[in-house]
C-alpha cells in the first residue's frame, strides 16, 4: 500500500523566498502523477520534500499511510532518478545498482538476482563491468533506472530524467518509462517542464506555478476544463490563444464579434481558444476579424499567425494576436482578412483579473466520464 | 479510470492576509545560527592561535615576557617595542630590499613567461618541442642539485660581467628565477585556451605576432597573469635559502634574511623577536588577503590537475 | 612560402618546418630566448654542472677543483652522519605528510557547507600559507619555549611534565613537525576543498537515498572521489618533506645532537660550511634520485587506487 501525501506543506527557504505554499496533493498506489510547471514553481521543491533531501517549513509527508516528514532519505524506502544520472563514477555498473543494497545488508545472493532481473528488464545486462564514463547518456540513464528498481521501493521518484536526452532518444524512452509502469505499477511521482512529457505519461497532472498547485486532474480534465487561464496557456501546444474581450449588450465579443453569452455578474473577461479549434470561416460567413501576419506549415497541417482586429474596427492599444491550426492546404498571404470562429464549447471564459475559469453557456463544467 | 481526489481550483493570486504576513515575519526572525559554527570556531582558533601570540607578545614587556604561565594578554601594550625592533635592525630596509626583488622578479616572470609562453603555445619553429620538454624537466630537479652550480655562476657573473649580477648583489638575487618553467607551464596552459579565431583575425588585419601578444590575449589573460604573479611574488618574498647563500652584507638582506640576523643578535628578547615577526609578516598577509582568490586558485589548479 | 616544388626530399620530421619560411622560426626562437637564457642558464646548466662537481672535489673557493671520480659517492655509505640525516629525513617525512593531509581534510571538510561567514573560516584556514618560513620558525620556538612558553604552561595546567622541546634531542624533531603541519595545513585545505567541491551534491543525495548515513558516504563515495587530490598531496608533501631545510636551520641548525639533521641540511653544511662542495653536490644527487624513486612508487601504487571523474 503505496500512497504518497502531501498534507498542507509550505517551504520557506532561508533567503526569504516561498518554495511552496500549502501544498496539498495525494497519489494513490501505482498512480503516476506528474508535476508540472515552469521552472521555479516548486516543483523539484516538492520531490525532494518527498524524498527527504530538503525538510518542509510546515505540514507532513505521509508514504505508505505513514509519517515520514522526520525520517532521513535512507528511511524512506523509496527511489529517485535523477536528472543528471548521478551515477557513482568510481564504481561498476554493476555496484552502482547494487549500491543501495548492500546499505540494506541485502543477502549477496539476493542482490545478484535482483540486478540482473531489472538489467534484463532495462536491456543493460552487457553492462554491468562498465564504468559510467564508458557508457552513453541514453544508457547511463537505464543504469540510473535501474538503481531506483532495484531497490523495489514503496514510491518512484523522477526529477526531469528526459531533459539531458536528444529529442530521438527522449521519445523513444518516454514510450519505455509508460511500458515499465504498466507492467511494475509502483506509485511515481514525476517532475517535468515539458508538458507534453506530462500529458503522456501521467495518469493525473499537477499543475504548478510559483509554489501553488494550480490543478489537479487527468491529462484531458486539464486539457478540456482548465481552472484558470495559466493552466490553460500551459496545457497544449501551440498555446491555447488568450485575448481579451468586451462586454456589451450581455454578449462577449472579441475584436467586436460575439462568441458566447455573458455570464453573469462579470464585465472584464479573457476569452481563450485553442488554435486547434478554430476554424477558418469561408468568405461571407461573419466571424472573429483577424488579419494574417505569416504562416508556418508543418506538413499535417498550418499554423497561421494573425493579428487581431481588421481596419474598420478601432483596436485600443496592442493588436493581440491569434494563432490558427489550419488544413495542410491553406495558404494564407500576409495582410489578407481573415474570420474566425469556434463552436461554443471551445469558447473558453476567464475572470480577467483573478483569472479563475467562468462556466459558460450554462454548461457546467464535466468531470470526464 | 481516473480518481478524482477533489481538484483544487485555486488560480487566486491574492496576497495573504495581514495576519499570515506578520506571522510569517515572525518566523523569519527566529532563525537559529548553523551549529557548524560550533566546529568551525575551536578549529579557526587553533590555526589562528600562534598569531594571536606573536601580537600579544610583541606588546609586553620585557618581564612580563618572563612570566610562567604566559601572560595571554598584553597589560600595558607596549607599542614602543616596534620602535625599538625597527632601530635595532634595518627592517625598513629589508622590507624595501624584499619588495623590490619581489617585483623585479614577479614583472620578469610576467613578461619572459609570457613571451614565450605564447610562443610555445602558437608559434612553431624547429626544436620547439625539445626545448619545452627540456624547460619542463628542470621543475622536477630539487633545488639542492642546482644551488651550488648557481652560487658559482652567480659569483662568475659578479666578477667577469657587472658587478650588480655577483654574490651580495641585487642581481643575484633576481636573476636566477626571473623567468620559471612553472610561469612557462602555466601560461602555456592557459593561452592554449584562448580561441585562436580571435587571433587569427588579427593577423588578416596586420597586426605582428607580438602585437596579437599584447593587444588580444594578454587582456584575455588577466587570471592566469594575476595568478602567476601571486605565486611568483609569494615564493620570492619568502624565500630563504638562496639569499641566505648569496648575501652577506646585512643591508642587502631580504626580509626573511634580516629577521634571521635580528633572532640571531636579540634571540632572548622574545618582545623585539615578536615585534619584528610581526612587522615582517604583515605585507605579505595584506598581499595574500587582498589577493586571496588567486593564490587560492593557483594552488587548487595545480592540485587538480594532478 | 614559395618553396615546395622544388625543395630537396625533406628530412624526416623537418619537412613541415621546411616549409615556413625562416622569419616564423626566428619569431619564435626570438620569443623564447630570454626565459630560455635564464632557465637554460640558471637551470639547466647547474644540473650538469652539479653533476660534474660531484666527481670533483671543491671548496667554493679556490679555481681549482682537481677530479676525483668516484671517491664521493664512495664515501657516502660511510658516513655516520649522512645515515643519521636520512634516518631523521624518513621519520619526519613518514610523519609529517599523513599528519598534514588528515589535518588538511578533516578542515576542508568543516569548511565545505554554506554557512553564514563560511568565507571568514576559509581565509582563516588558508592564510597559514603567506607565512614565511621564518615567521613560523619564530612564533614556534616562542610557543615552546621551555620557560616561558604557552605549550607547556599548557602541560602543567593538565598536570603533565613540562619538556624541553627544541632543546631536547628527543623531541627536537617533532616540534619541527608540528610547526611544519601547520604551516603546510593552508596548502592542504585549499587542495581538498577544492577537491570536495568537485564532488557533485547529487552523488550524495543518492547515496543517502540509497540508504548511507553520513560517515558511510563519505567513506565510499566522497573520499573514493577525493583520490587525485590525495595523491597529489601525497607526492607534492613528500618532495617537500625530503628537502626540509629552513625551518632546521632557522631553529636548531641541526641540533640538538643532531637529531634535527636532514639530508638537506648537512648537504648545505657541507657546501657552505665545511666547503665539501663537491661531496655535497654528490649527495644532492643521491637525493635527487631518491626523490624520483619515492615520487615514481607513489604515482605507480597510486594509480590503481585513484579514480579519475571521466
Known amino acids: 500500500m503505496a500512497e504518497v501525501e502531501y498534507r498542507k506543506i509550505t517551504k520557506r527557504y532561508p533567503n526569504g523566498v516561498m518554495a511552496l505554499k500549502e501544498f496539498d496533493l495525494t497519489a494513490a498506489d501505482g498512480e503516476f502523477v506528474v508535476l508540472v510547471g515552469p521552472s521555479g514553481c516548486g516543483k523539484s521543491t516538492a520531490l525532494r520534500l518527498l524524498a527527504g533531501l530538503d525538510r518542509p517549513s510546515s505540514g507532513e509527508i505521509y508514504i505508505g499511510g505513514s509519517p515520514v516528514t522526520k525520517h532521513g532519505p535512507g528511511e524512506r524506502d523509496i527511489a529517485m532518478v535523477f536528472q543528471n544520472y548521478a551515477l557513482y563514477p568510481h564504481m561498476s555498473v554493476y555496484k552502482n545498482l547494487a549500491y543501495g543494497l548492500r546499505q540494506r545488508k541485502t543477502p549477496r545472493a539476493e542482490i545478484q538476482r535482483r540486478v540482473h532481473e531489472v538489467s534484463d528488464i532495462l536491456g543493460i545486462a552487457e ?118 474581450a468586451t462586454v456589451t449588450d450581455g454578449q462577449v465579443r472579441v475584436a467586436g464579434h460575439p462568441v458566447a453569452r455573458a455570464p453573469d455578474g462579470h464585465t472584464d473577461v479573457v476569452v481563450g481558444l485553442r488554435p486547434e479549434d478554430l476554424v477558418v470561416q469561408p468568405d461571407g460567413r461573419s466571424g472573429i476579424p483577424v488579419t494574417v501576419d505569416f504562416h508556418e506549415p508543418l506538413g499535417s497541417h498550418v499554423l497561421v499567425h494573425s493579428v487581431l482586429g481588421d481596419a474598420s474596427v478601432p483596436v485600443v492599444g496592442e493588436p493581440a494576436g491569434i494563432v490558427v491550426q489550419a488544413g495542410a492546404d491553406v495558404r494564407p498571404a500576409p495582410g489578407q482578412r481573415l474570420a474566425l470562429a469556434a463552436e461554443p464549447r471551445h469558447v473558453y471564459l476567464f475572470d480577467a483579473s483573478t483569472g479563475a475559469a467562468l462556466t459558460r453557456d450554462g454548461r457546467a463544467q464535466v468531470i470526464a466520464s | 479510470m481516473t480518481t478524482s481526489a477533489s481538484p483544487t481550483i485555486p488560480g487566486r493570486t491574492a496576497e495573504p492576509a495581514p495576519a499570515e504576513q506578520t506571522h510569517e515575519h515572525r518566523r523569519f526572525r527566529l532563525r537559529r545560527p548553523s551549529p557548524w559554527h560550533l566546529v568551525l570556531i575551536p578549529i579557526s582558533f587553533i590555526l589562528l592561535f600562534p598569531f594571536y601570540m606573536m601580537v600579544v607578545t610583541s606588546l609586553q614587556t620585557e618581564a612580563q615576557t618572563r612570566r610562567f604561565p604566559p601572560l595571554l594578554t598584553p597589560p600595558t601594550p607596549q607599542w614602543s617595542n616596534y620602535a625599538t625592533a625597527l632601530h635595532a635592525a634595518p627592517f625598513v630596509r629589508f622590507m624595501v630590499n624584499s619588495a623590490v626583488v619581489a617585483l623585479i622578479i614577479v614583472v620578469g616572470n610576467l613578461v619572459l613567461c609570457s613571451i614565450a609562453g605564447y610562443a610555445f603555445a602558437r608559434l612553431r619553429f624547429a626544436g620547439r618541442g625539445l626545448v619545452f620538454g627540456l624547460l619542463m624537466a628542470t621543475l622536477m630537479v630539487p633545488f639542492q ?81 594575476s595568478t602567476v604573479a601571486a605565486i611568483t611574488f609569494l615564493d620570492a618574498w619568502n624565500s630563504f635559502l638562496w639569499p641566505l647563500i648569496v648575501i652577506n652584507t646585512e643591508s642587502h638582506m631580504t626580509l626573511p634574511l634580516g629577521l634571521t640576523t635580528f633572532q640571531g643578535s636579540h634571540d632572548t628578547h622574545w618582545e623585539l623577536l615578536m615585534a619584528g615577526n610581526v612587522f615582517s609578516l604583515v605585507p605579505m598577509l595584506l598581499v595574500f588577503l587582498i589577493a586571496q582568490r588567486y593564490f587560492v586558485r593557483s594552488v587548487a589548479a595545480t592540485g587538480l590537475k594532478g | 612560402m614559395a618553396t615546395a616544388t622544388t625543395a630537396p626530399p625533406a628530412a624526416p620530421g623537418t619537412g613541415i618546418f621546411r616549409r615556413l619560411s625562416r622569419s616564423e622560426h626566428a619569431v619564435g626562437w626570438a620569443f623564447v630566448s630570454p626565459a630560455v637564457l635564464i632557465i637554460g642558464i640558471f637551470g639547466l646548466l647547474p644540473i650538469l654542472w652539479s653533476l660534474l662537481l660531484s666527481f670533483q672535489k671543491s671548496d667554493l ?176 608533501l613528500s618532495i617537500n618533506a625530503l628537502q626540509l631545510f629552513d625551518e632546521v636551520y632557522l631553529t636548531t641548525r641541526g641540533g640538538p645532537l643532531y637529531s634535527t639533521t636532514v639530508v638537506v641540511y648537512y648537504l648545505y653544511d657541507q657546501a657552505f660550511q665545511q666547503f665539501n662542495a663537491g661531496y655535497a653536490a654528490a649527495l644532492a644527487y643521491v637525493l635527487f634520485m631518491v626523490i624520483i624513486v619515492i615520487t615514481f612508487i607513489q604515482f605507480k601504487v597510486g594509480n590503481r587506487f585513484v579514480h579519475y571523474n571521466r
Open chain 1, 127 to 244: 553492462l554491468l563491468d562498465r564504468r559510467p564514463a564508458q557508457l552513453s547518456g541514453g544508457q547511463r540513464q537505464r543504469v540510473a533506472m535501474g538503481r531506483a528498481l532495484v531497490r523495489e521501493p514503496q514510491a518512484f521518484l523522477l526529477d526531469e530524467p528526459l531533459s539531458n536526452l536528444d529529442a530521438k532518444l527522449r521519445g523513444q524512452v518516454r514510450a519505455e518509462l509508460k511500458r515499465l509502469h504498466q507492467r511494475l505499477g509502483i506509485t511515481s511521482i514525476y517532475v517535468t517542464h515539458d508538458q507534453v512529457e506530462a500529458m503522456t505519461l501521467a495518469d493525473r497532472i499537477c499543475v504548478m506555478n510559483r509554489g501553488e498547485l494550480q490543478q489537479v486532474g487527468t491529462p484531458q480534465e486539464v486539457y478540456e476544463h482548465p481552472a484558470n487561464v495559466f493552466v490553460a496557456g500551459f496545457i497544449g501546444s501551440p498555446a491555447m490563444n488568450l485575448v481579451p
Open chain 2, 145 to 225: 642539485v642546482t644551488m651550488i652550480p648557481e652560487f658559482l655562476i652567480v659569483k662568475w657573473l659578479g666578477v667577469h660581467v657587472w658587478d650588480q649580477l655577483g654574490i651580495d648583489h641585487l642581481g643575484a638575487l633576481v636573476l636566477p628565477t626571473l623567468a620559471t618553467a612553472f610561469g612557462i607551464f602555466f601560461l602555456r596552459q592557459f593561452f592554449l585556451t584562448v580561441p585562436v579565431e580571435l587571433e587569427e583575425a588579427a593577423r588578416m588585419d596586420g597586426t605582428s605576432r607580438l602585437g596579437v601578444l599584447f593587444k588580444i590575449v594578454l587582456p584575455l589573460s588577466l587570471p592566469a597573469l
Open chain 3, 61 to 236: 673557493l679556490t679555481p681549482q677543483t682537481p677530479w676525483v671520480g668516484l671517491q664521493n659517492y664512495k664515501q657516502i655509505p660511510g658516513d655516520a652522519t649522512f645515515r643519521l640525516a636520512i634516518e631523521h629525513t624518513i621519520i619526519y617525512t613518514a610523519l609529517f605528510v599523513p599528519c598534514t593531509m588528515l589535518v588538511g581534510l578533516v578542515i576542508a571538510a568543516a569548511l565545505n557547507r554554506k554557512v553564514r561567514g563560511i568565507s571568514i573560516y576559509r581565509t582563516a584556514a588558508y592564510v597559514t600559507m603567506a607565512v614565511s618560513t621564518i615567521n613560523e620558525a619564530l612564533v614556534f620556538m616562542w610557543l615552546f619555549e621551555p620557560n616561558f612558553g604557552v605549550v607547556n604552561a599548557g602541560l602543567n595546567a593538565v598536570g603533565l611534565p613540562q619538556q624541553q622541546w627544541l632543546s631536547d634531542p628527543n623531541e627536537a624533531l617533532y616540534v619541527i613537525v608540528a610547526m611544519t603541519v601547520w604551516g603546510w595545513t593552508g596548502f592542504a585545505v585549499v587542495i581538498y576543498l577544492a577537491a570536495l567541491q568537485g564532488v557533485p551534491q547529487d552523488l550524495q543525495d543518492a547515496a543517502s537515498i540509497d540508504g548511507a548515513k553520513r560517515f558511510t558516504i563519505f567513506r565510499t563515495i566522497t573520499f573514493p572521489l577525493l583520490s587525485p587530490a590525495t595523491l597529489f598531496l601525497a607526492v607534492w
